[in-house]
């Protein structure tokens, strides 16, 4: 197999004592959908804040392409290639649809315009904005200059799955990316997950949804009680085992059986 | 809505309810939602012809003149504001830093013969410095702007009074920090430099605001912070430059009360404070963050100035102007919450 993409070692994040993550680790290699699963406060959302650059880990490593990083901030992350679509979603209201898929990294003019006054080009931001929602396949957004608050909850989720699949140069994180979808739509966001994994992007898929999860990933890791506590595949294992393991009905040998 | 049009179920008459053509309401809330600017430009456009009816002096140029340049130092003052507002916060200390820096023009100036353009630059310096406590203490120790600015309020009225030790200073005609009460003639159409300044500077934020991404940022963060923190956006820094360029805005409103004041004057522009917010608030900016354009708190303050203009051609008592402006900011908030509840 190749080499990871992105690995955890011996994450531990506490909150006051609360432990949320109890020395996870965690490995994605290029062109693979890693989903991540496990029951309300197993430390799911923690892990992928740790791994987004929202939070930072009291203790363990973080490493991309096998070098070690340090992520105090989501941009660190964003620089690393790793890209995030949180639950909350992550959109501006106010701004219009290009805006959000181009907030924190704006195109300026060329030329002076851009250089020394700064002037934005709005029209390729535009232009770009709608290609990209083109190749999703989102019909309903037809006009890029609409306000996001204007959206359905759908289409919201829509345009910041636009915009991480845009910008995530290697690992494209998705945490409950159709909790909020309509069928349609989620059906288009599960071949938007598939496509970037063509393109070899790594992909983390957070979902509750099981059979998108069998559908869709090749491995699984399951996560109970703040660690790891096993990494299975749709081939090996059935539904059934898996909610075993999340709930603690079944256990696992921590020796990385599947990898 | 999509989702029953995405399921493919939708029975003809839904699609047809879902595609009806939008009310006079919806249409009217969409304009308003792309203009924020729109409503107070009408209300300025229609407080100017009804002015004009009750009196034929009001739309005389020399009258109009005379507005402007009374608009001048709140106008700068108000552009300021905006930037704060905008970023969902407020600046109540914002008048009481005016005060303090065209104090301190003022003096350096005429007491320690210091040249005008250092005077002035001196005074820029205390703007921008002033803002930065009110922007550090927002950013850094994470207090409520209104705390931040309502402490500072204090601390600088009281520094201003204690520098001044009761004194005003006239300033000798021709100086250098006069310069923005200087006017000059377009036709009969009298303004001040102070008057070209604040335009400038309108021009300047409005650029800033539309064309740059720092402008995307302020309008972001001041929407949901924490979705402008999760895409990556520095808030904290935004949150600071908006204070810090808010304090160039307020030593532009200083120079020009210098000018209009021919000095120094602590009692100067005690209201600036509020006159500045009400004039952000009227003119369509939401208190709430993320909404609005600078352009909007210049109609606003101007509108506050024809009205006290206006009523004051008409004879009628004064304190109606002040009723008016009341029931101006009621009106322009509630319409601003209609424009951000309802969803097109």
């Not at chain 1, 979902?207 to 109970?224: K, T």
């Not at chain 2, 001044?164 to 000059?184: D, K, M």
């Amino acid at each position: 197999m190749t080499a990871p993409v992105l690995e955890a070692r011996g994450l531990v994040k506490l909150f006051g004592r609360v432990i949320a993550l109890d020395s996870v680790d965690l490995d994605l290699y290029p062109g693979e959908i890693l989903a991540v699963i496990g029951d309300n406060g197993a430390g799911k959302s923690t892990l992928i804040k740790c791994l987004s650059g929202v939070l930072i880990p009291d203790r363990g490593k973080i490493l991309v392409n096998g070098r070690e990083v340090r992520f105090r901030n989501p941009q660190d992350a964003t620089h690393a290639g790793i890209e995030t679509v949180h639950q909350v979603l992550a959109v501006a209201p106010a701004l219009d649809i290009a805006s959000n898929l181009f907030l924190g990294r704006e195109i300026r003019r060329k030329g002076p315009l851009g250089s020394v006054l700064r002037m934005l080009d709005t029209k390729e931001m535009r232009r770009q904005s709608a290609e990209e929602i083109r190749k999703l396949g989102i019909g309903t957004l037809q006009n890029i200059g609409q306000a996001v608050e204007t959206l359905s909850g759908g289409q919201r989720q829509a345009v910041a799955v636009a915009r991480a699949s845009a910008f995530g140069s290697q690992v494209v994180i998705l945490d409950e990316p159709t909790a909020a979808l309509g069928v349609r739509e989620t059906g288009q966001v599960l071949k938007l997950i598939r496509d970037l994994r063509a393109t070899g992007k790594a992909v983390i898929l957070i979902s509750h949804d099981m059979p998108h999860v069998f559908e869709l990933a090749d491995r699984i890791h399951i996560q109970r009680l703040g660690g790891r506590a096993a990494v299975i595949t749709p081939k090996t294992h059935t539904m059934e085992d898996a909610v075993a393991i999340m709930t603690g009905a079944k256990t696992m040998m921590p020796s990385r059986s599947t990898d | 809505m999509t989702t029953a049009t995405s399921d493919g179920a939708a029975s003809a008459a839904l699609e047809e309810f879902l595609n009806r053509p939008p009310t006079v309401g919806q249409r009217i809330h969409g304009i308003l939602h792309g203009q924020p600017a729109l409503s107070p430009a009408i209300v300025l456009v229609l407080a100017c012809v009804g002015f004009s009816l009750t009196s034929s002096h009001f739309y005389q140029l020399q009258n109009l003149s005379l507005v402007a340049q009374q608009v001048a130092v709140v106008g700068s003052l108000a552009a300021g504001q905006t930037l704060i507002i905008l970023t969902a916060g407020i600046d109540l200390s914002i008048g009481a830093i005016m005060v303090l820096s065209s104090l301190v023009m003022a003096n350096l100036s005429y007491q320690q013969h210091v040249p005008g353009v250092l005077a002035l630059l001196v005074g820029v310096a205390i703007a921008i410095a002033a803002q930065a406590v009110n922007g550090i203490l927002v950013t850094r120790i994470k207090l409520p702007p209104f705390i931040v600015t309502l402490g500072m309020l204090s601390v600088f009225t009281a520094i201003t009074l204690i520098y001044a030790q009761g004194q005003t200073i006239q300033l000798q005609p021709g100086a250098f920090l006069l310069w923005t009460g200087e006017t000059f003639a377009i036709g009969s159409l009298h303004l001040t430099y102070g008057v070209l300044l604040m335009i400038v500077l309108y021009l300047v934020f409005t650029y800033a605001l539309r064309f740059t991404a720092w402008g995307r940022h302020l309008y972001a963060v001041g929407d949901d912070i924490e979705a402008a923190r999760l895409t990556g956006i520095s808030v904290n820094r935004v949150l600071l430059s908006a204070y810090l360029v808010a304090g160039v805005a307020v030593a532009v409103a200083a120079w020009v009360l210098v000018g209009r004041v021919g000095g120094g004057d602590p009692n100067s522009g005690l209201n600036a404070n509020l006159e500045s917010i009400t004039a952000v608030v009227i003119g369509g900016t939401s208190l709430f963050g993320g909404r609005g354009v600078v352009l909007g708190s210049l109609i606003g303050a101007l509108i506050v100035q024809v009205f006290d203009n206006g009523l004051a051609l008409a004879g009628l008592d004064p304190n109606y102007q002040v009723l008016a402006v009341g029931v101006l900011v009621i009106a322009a908030v509630s319409v601003d919450q209609w424009i951000r509840s309802v969803k097109a």
